[in-house]
């Protein structure tokens, strides 16, 4: 009887199985390889979704004026696309509760991101949807008189006006004059000028008048409290501003001892690291913050409200401000100062409210 082994012919089909199994064999683990590869791809995508999603309801909520959105309050509806390196998120911001008397107004935001890992079209592509609660807190200024002054004031002659009533006519009457009890307000001849309730505030000590201003003037002189509209030097100062609808915000960096003269007429916010000096009939409307000493000489009007000598703040010793001779004007104006801190206004997320199941976009 003869051995199988020694049939023709059988060791072909034999080889062909065992190929085909393993064949078969590495089929099935590439196949498995690359189901859990896509699986990870698609855990990655989906957590970098979400995090596109988040960043950019973020990012609405604390840029949405450099994202083109400058109305204050905001529309009732305001959208935008967010573009990020590899995809973007659709922001949509919409009020569910106007502004009361004694609240604020409400938004729903929500961030829908879309996600590519790579730059094919079969590479997988992630969305998420986030949503989250906001108030709007509209920028607001804690207005002491119509000038504040932490190293004092000087008021040369019994000419001009400095006022703490309302020129708006909206809220109660400031002090005319808000210093610290020393230097404190010194009138050079003629009759007292300043009114308002008081006409003279005297703020206490140093340290105590510091306080009370209630500005962290360290962080706006180092630059990262707030994001200027203009840049001085480096920027041509704003002109042709008074009256129209844009406040800006110009921030002038001169060093603690520099000095900057009011070069035009101008509405918004003007911060002075170092002295400013106003001459002639130039007029601003807004906000003043000027670290140095103010030296107003002429005719000149300001409307808002001004605080001067802030560099005592950084314990940087500032001679008095010098309202010098003149029939100038210096009155507070809620309106002027509710206009230039419209820029400062922004979302507040609500602790609590987020949401990663909204049940609809």
Same mark, same amino acid.
């Given at each position: 009887?003869?051995?199988?082994?020694?049939?023709?012919?059988?060791?072909?089909?034999?080889?062909?199985?065992?190929?085909?199994?393993?064949?078969?064999?590495?089929?099935?683990?590439?196949?498995?390889?690359?189901?859990?590869?896509?699986?990870?791809?698609?855990?990655?995508?989906?957590?970098?979704?979400?995090?596109?999603?988040?960043?950019?309801?973020?990012?609405?909520?604390?840029?949405?004026?450099?994202?083109?959105?400058?109305?204050?309050?905001?529309?009732?509806?305001?959208?935008?696309?967010?573009?990020?390196?590899?995809?973007?998120v659709d922001v949509v911001a919409r009020r569910?509760?106007?502004?009361?008397?004694?609240?604020?107004?409400?938004?729903?935001?929500?961030?829908?991101?879309?996600?590519?890992?790579?730059?094919?079209?079969?590479?997988?592509?992630?969305?998420?949807?986030?949503?989250?609660?906001?108030?709007?807190?509209?920028?607001?200024?804690?207005?002491?008189?119509?000038w504040t002054s932490l190293s004092g004031l000087?008021?040369?002659?019994?000419?001009?006006?400095?006022?703490?009533?309302?020129?708006?006519?909206?809220?109660?009457?400031?002090?005319?004059?808000?210093?610290?009890?020393?230097?404190?307000?010194?009138?050079?001849?003629?009759?007292?000028?300043?009114?308002?309730?008081?006409?003279?505030?005297?703020?206490?000590?140093?340290?105590?008048?510091n306080t009370a201003v209630g500005i962290d003037?360290?962080?706006?002189?180092?630059?990262?409290?707030?994001?200027?509209?203009?840049?001085?030097?480096?920027?041509?100062?704003?002109?042709?501003?008074?009256?129209?609808?844009?406040?800006?915000?110009?921030?002038?960096?001169?060093?603690?001892?520099?000095?900057?003269?009011?070069?035009?007429?101008?509405? =918004?916010? &003007?911060? %002075?690291? #170092?002295? $400013?000096?106003? /001459? @002639?009939?130039?007029?601003?409307? =807004?906000? &003043?913050? %000027?670290? #140095?000493? $103010?030296?107003? /000489? @002429?005719?000149?009007?300001?409307? =808002?409200?001004?605080?001067?000598?802030?560099?005592?703040?950084?314990?940087?010793?500032?001679?008095?401000?010098?309202?010098?001779?003149?029939?100038?004007?210096?009155?507070?104006?809620?309106?002027?100062?509710?206009?230039?801190?419209?820029?400062?206004?922004?979302?507040?997320?609500?602790?609590?409210?987020?949401?990663?199941?909204?049940?609809?976009?």
């Amino acid at each position: 009887m003869r051995s199988f082994a020694k049939r023709p012919g059988f060791a072909m089909p034999l080889a062909l199985l065992v190929l085909t199994v393993i064949t078969v064999g590495v089929t099935a683990a590439f196949a498995r390889v690359q189901s859990e590869l896509r699986g990870t791809q698609d855990r990655e995508a989906d957590t970098e979704a979400y995090l596109y999603a988040q960043t950019g309801l973020e990012r609405f909520a604390v840029e949405r004026r450099t994202l083109g959105f400058t109305s204050n309050p905001p529309a009732v509806v305001e959208s935008t696309r967010i573009v990020l390196p590899q995809g973007y998120v659709d922001v949509v911001a919409r009020r569910v509760r106007p502004k009361t008397a004694n609240d604020a107004a409400i938004y729903l935001l929500k961030a829908k991101s879309a996600y590519q890992t790579g730059s094919m079209s079969w590479m997988p592509r992630a969305n998420y949807i986030v949503s989250q609660y906001a108030r709007y807190r509209e920028g607001s200024m804690k207005v002491l008189a119509a000038w504040t002054s932490l190293s004092g004031l000087l008021k040369n002659g019994g000419a001009g006006t400095i006022d703490g009533a309302d020129n708006c006519g909206v809220v109660p009457p400031v002090a005319g004059v808000a210093v610290p009890d020393v230097p404190g307000y010194i009138q050079n001849g003629g009759a007292s000028v300043p009114s308002g309730n008081p006409p003279v505030d005297s703020l206490g000590t140093q340290a105590q008048a510091n306080t009370a201003v209630g500005i962290d003037w360290a962080s706006i002189v180092n630059g990262t409290a707030l994001t200027p509209d203009y840049v001085i030097p480096g920027q041509a100062f704003p002109t042709g501003t008074l009256g129209g609808p844009n406040w800006p915000l110009v921030f002038v960096n001169v060093g603690t001892n520099g000095n900057f003269t009011l070069p035009a007429d101008g509405q =918004g916010t &003007l911060i %002075v690291t #170092g002295n $400013l000096t106003i /001459n @002639g009939s130039e007029v601003w409307r =807004g906000v &003043l913050l %000027v670290g #140095g000493t $103010l030296y107003a /000489n @002429g005719n000149n009007n300001v409307q =808002g409200a001004v605080v001067s000598g802030l560099n005592e703040i950084l314990g940087i010793n500032v001679p008095e401000s010098d309202v010098g001779n003149g029939t100038k004007t210096y009155l507070y104006d809620s309106c002027a100062v509710a206009n230039a801190m419209a820029r400062f206004g922004a979302f507040v997320l609500i602790d609590k409210s987020w949401s990663n199941s909204w049940p609809n976009w």
